[in-house]
């Protein structure tokens, strides 16, 4: 009788296992892409520390309507925003000839696919200095950059935050054009 009752509490619990299991649901990782270093040749910039405000951590982040942020633990960024910026800038001016002469610095302060509006955003405030002399600032600015996407796929989102960090990229390298490290 007791093995009866052990088999058949066995056959239970399996049971019970096998038909409320859920489904798994693999996270996947999206990154901002690589620049071409040959087209910022002629910009020599060293890249300097970032920083990120809010939570803008690796899970991606979606602003609803009603201004609810979502963030989403399935779709996530390989890096923190701050790490793959710098990673994307140092590999942007990495093939500058010329000495670096000039630091840029940051924060970002929003890193976020803006739902209603089907854009990433990405509002940053930088500063470019003499490398030599912090006291010689160039450039101080925030800026935002937004993106329009189709669909409401991360893929996409991650394709608009993408083009969004190349427009920036090319914005430094307009600030510099025709700054000199003696200009204050």
């Known amino acids: 009788m007791i093995r009866i009752l052990a088999v058949f509490s066995a056959i239970v619990l399996l049971t019970g296992c096998v038909f409320t299991r859920e489904k798994f649901t693999p996270v996947k990782y999206y990154d901002i892409g690589n620049p071409d270093p040959s087209k910022y ?6 890249v300097g520390a ?7 951590k ?15 633990q399935y779709n996530r960024w390989v890096q923190t925003p701050d790490v793959m ?3 994307y800038l140092k590999m942007a001016f990495s093939e500058a000839s010329a000495r670096k002469d000039c ?14 509006g089907k854009e990433a955003v990405f509002v940053i405030e930088y500063r470019i ?18 993106v329009k996407y189709e669909g409401a796929s991360p893929d996409s989102t991650a394709g608009a ?8 990229t090319e914005a430094v390298a307009g600030d510099l054009k025709g700054k000199s490290v003696n200009q204050k």
């Open 103 to 116: 630091t840029i610095t940051g924060n970002i302060l929003s890193f976020e696919a803006d739902l209603a």
């Open 129 to 146: 200095a003499s490398s030599s002399s912090t006291d010689t600032l160039l450039v101080e600015k925030t800026s935002t950059f937004k």
């Open 85 to 87: 910026l710098k990673r």
């Open 50 to 56: 970032f920083t990120v405000t809010g939570p803008y």
């Open 41 to 46: 040749s002629s910009v020599a910039l060293r």
């Open 58 to 72: 690796q899970e991606m982040v979606f602003r609803t309507e009603k201004n609810e942020l979502i963030k989403d």
């Open 161 to 168: 935050m993408a083009t969004a960090v190349a427009s920036f």
